[in-house]
């Protein structure tokens, strides 16, 4: 297997032949990246971190210590895993039965934040610049911009792109204008779009 000379692996490190690891990725100690994995340009692996071969991860990712990320799970650009943050596969699991031809698909949109302790249950999208707080569980699809906690996940509000707080209510209309970048969003119904920046 050729590696490039950016990428780094530490050498606890176990990555199968014919993974794909893009340019200037990390991967730390005792993690393990399968075969047909598929890791794209300066994403970062943390310590004990598991990577199926049906699983395909783009570019400026950051994954955090002690996650596993199963088979088809996709994960797009500058997603933010947090520590222990938990992905499934499978809706009814038994140990004595075997279900990998039921494995849902999860999409994880662009800039998606899953906070510490989350659990992403299986065949559900996560919609870009979404903020999942720790410790909440998601069970369905998850809007753009949206910030949710609890178990269930449950809206509670909205982030802008640069990971702050939207002070506009979960419905109606309106206008913010983030402090730190100039960018404007604006609310119509219960959608949330960024206009300018």
């Known amino acids: 297997m050729v590696i490039d000379p950016s990428?780094?692996?530490?050498?606890?490190a176990i990555v199968d032949e014919g993974a794909s690891i893009g340019l200037n990725c990390k991967i730390w100690h005792w993690s393990h990246?399968?075969?047909?994995?598929?890791i794209k340009n300066n994403t970062s692996i943390g310590q004990n971190v598991y990577i199926a071969n049906e699983v395909s991860i783009g570019k400026d990712v950051k994954i955090q210590?002690?996650?596993?990320?199963?088979?088809?799970?996709?994960?797009?650009?500058?997603?933010?895993?947090?520590?222990?943050?938990?992905?499934?596969?499978v809706l009814n699991p038994r140990s004595a039965i075997n279900r990998k031809n039921e494995y849902l698909t999860t999409l994880v949109e662009e800039g998606a934040t899953l906070g510490a302790n989350c659990t992403i249950v299986c065949g559900n999208k996560i919609g870009k610049y979404?903020?999942?707080?720790?410790?909440?569980?998601?069970?369905?699809?998850?809007?753009?911009?949206?910030?949710?906690?609890?178990v269930p996940g449950k809206r509670i509000g909205w982030m802008?792109?640069?990971?702050?707080?939207?002070n506009l209510p979960?419905?109606?209309?309106?206008?913010w204008i983030c402090k730190k970048t100039n960018t404007k969003y604006?609310?119509?119904?219960?959608?949330?779009?960024?206009?300018?920046?």
């Not at 979960?170 to 206008?175: I, K, N, P, Q, V």
């Open 170 to 175: 979960l419905s109606g209309f309106g206008e």
């Open 65 to 89: 210590n002690n996650v596993s990320i199963y088979d088809n799970v996709i994960i797009k650009d500058k997603v933010f895993c947090g520590p222990s943050m938990v992905f499934t596969n």
């Open 7 to 12: 990428v780094f692996i530490h050498p606890t």
């Open 130 to 150: 979404s903020f999942i707080g720790a410790g909440a569980v998601i069970t369905k699809d998850v809007i753009d911009y949206a910030l949710v906690t609890g």
């Open 186 to 197: 604006i609310l119509r119904n219960e959608i949330l779009s960024k206009v300018s920046s």
């Open 160 to 166: 802008s792109e640069y990971g702050e707080r939207i």
């Open 33 to 38: 990246i399968c075969r047909g994995a598929i």
